[in-house]
């Protein structure tokens, strides 16, 4: 680990600069043609940076080994593994060296081109992380090499090995937050948090319902509604092992678990024992699952939207309306993120690693080294069953 700065060696020309991101653009648009003329550019384009690196080393960051996609598609069909020139460290940018990211379920929509907001390609997959700083810009006080960092808002481009972007980015975190609870702790935690906090007012004592619930957002709905005394109805999808994670679930304070089979009833109000009708409930699945959901609710109650996971819309009975007047809203953490209570953006991931140090918080995971993207890949993407949710070890 060592700090390099600007300070340290002359600057880059424009001149020199702009072939550096012409190097790059190159190598980016490298990964779809054929291996022996990719081979053959790449490698000129590879010479070019080396020499580069050579010359100015204490400006730029190291290569960066990268998932990128140069066209939108299947992911596992679209994606590949290159190496990425280095790019200048400009003054007020930090070069972070990743330690872990997730794949989570918006990353694959991105990919495939069905997420409402995507980087443009070529692009390098990923949209939060944790990592540590490598060296910093001249004008850069508030980080150091060796620091913890996410980037919050978080962003694309976290499925590289260096990461360079503006020090405003960067978050410093306490190092020791558990680093793949550090990698996960925006996009699911955060959203179980806003979800529990926006809708209605939850005393102690309420309780809440839930599709969904082995999701990690589901596994942080079910802990942070304990944590405040809140009871929580979960559902599950059936399939093999749905015992075990019942049991996992109830270990993590779910109060009662049920597969959408045992639902299939006219009236699931007996199956509420001496819970509380809930006014809140999430849906995170879609088709029958949903309508599970809405019969728990209470007269008037709401039911928020925030995934689709079986891509089977919603539907809704006439006298769901009519008779109970439920709501059904939607929440989307990207569109909350950039609204002016974002601010309290970094003191609530903050909480929520104090909770994940504190052993409050937990969730499964699986630890994956990078090398074995496209195994993990294939286990986000449901094609070897239920898995715990894949984070990639750089
Ligand atoms: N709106 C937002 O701002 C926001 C933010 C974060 C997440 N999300 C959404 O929240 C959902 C959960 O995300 P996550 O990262 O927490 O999930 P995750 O940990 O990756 O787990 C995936 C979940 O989806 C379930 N699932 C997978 N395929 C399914 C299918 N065909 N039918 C029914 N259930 C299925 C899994 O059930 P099993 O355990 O049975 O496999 C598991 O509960 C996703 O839809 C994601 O896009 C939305």
Not at 140 to 149: E, K, S
Not at 251 to 270: H, I, M, P, R
Not at 344 to 370: H, S, T, W
Request: charged content about 20%.
């Amino acid at each position: 680990m060592h700090s390099l700065t600007r300070a340290t060696l002359p600057a880059l020309t424009k001149l020199e600069r702009s072939k550096m991101a012409l190097a790059r653009s190159v190598a980016l648009k490298l990964i779809n043609r054929s291996i022996s003329v990719a081979s053959i550019e790449w490698a000129r384009a590879r010479r070019v940076q080396a020499q580069r690196v050579r010359a100015f080393s204490a400006l730029m960051s190291p290569p960066s080994k990268a998932v990128v996609y140069e066209r939108e598609g299947p992911p596992d069909s679209v994606i590949k593994m290159i190496e990425l020139p280095p790019v200048e460290v400009k003054e007020n940018d930090v070069c972070v060296k990743m330690l872990a990211a997730p794949i989570n379920p918006s990353d694959i929509n991105r990919i495939e081109g069905v997420y409402p907001v995507r980087p443009k390609v070529p692009a390098v997959g990923g949209y939060e992380g944790v990592g540590e700083v490598y060296s910093v810009g001249s004008a850069v006080t508030r980080l150091a090499p060796g620091d913890w960092v996410i980037p919050s808002p978080p962003s694309s481009g976290t499925w590289q090995s260096y990461v360079v972007k503006d020090q405003s980015v960067w978050h410093k975190i306490s190092k020791d937050s558990p680093m793949e609870y550090a990698a996960t702790i925006i996009v699911n935690p955060l959203t179980a948090l806003r979800m529990l906090e926006d809708f209605t007012t939850l005393n102690s004592g309420d309780s809440i319902v839930q599709n969904g619930a082995t999701s990690i957002v589901g596994q942080c709905i079910i802990q942070i509604a304990r944590h405040r005394g809140i009871h929580s109805i979960n559902i599950i999808r059936d399939r093999a092992g749905s015992d075990e994670a019942k049991e996992k679930l109830k270990g993590l304070g779910a109060d009662e678990v049920f597969t959408e089979s045992q639902l299939e009833v006219k009236n699931v109000k007996g199956f509420l024992a001496n819970l509380p009708e809930p006014a809140l409930g999430f849906n995170c699945v879609g088709g029958n699952s949903a309508s599970m959901v809405l019969k728990f609710l209470s007269q008037g109650g709401t039911m928020v939207t925030y995934g689709g996971m079986s891509k089977k819309p919603i539907t809704v009975s006439t006298s769901s309306f009519i008779f109970k007047d439920l709501s059904l809203k939607g929440f989307w953490l990207q569109k909350w993120l950039s609204s002016e209570k974002a601010t309290e953006c970094r003191n609530m991931i903050d909480y929520l690693l104090c909770l994940a140090r504190e052993g409050k918080l937990k969730y499964d995971m699986e630890l994956v080294p990078f090398n074995n993207f496209q195994t993990a890949l294939s286990k986000a993407l449901g094609l070897h069953g239920s898995q715990p949710k894949q984070v990639i070890k750089f």
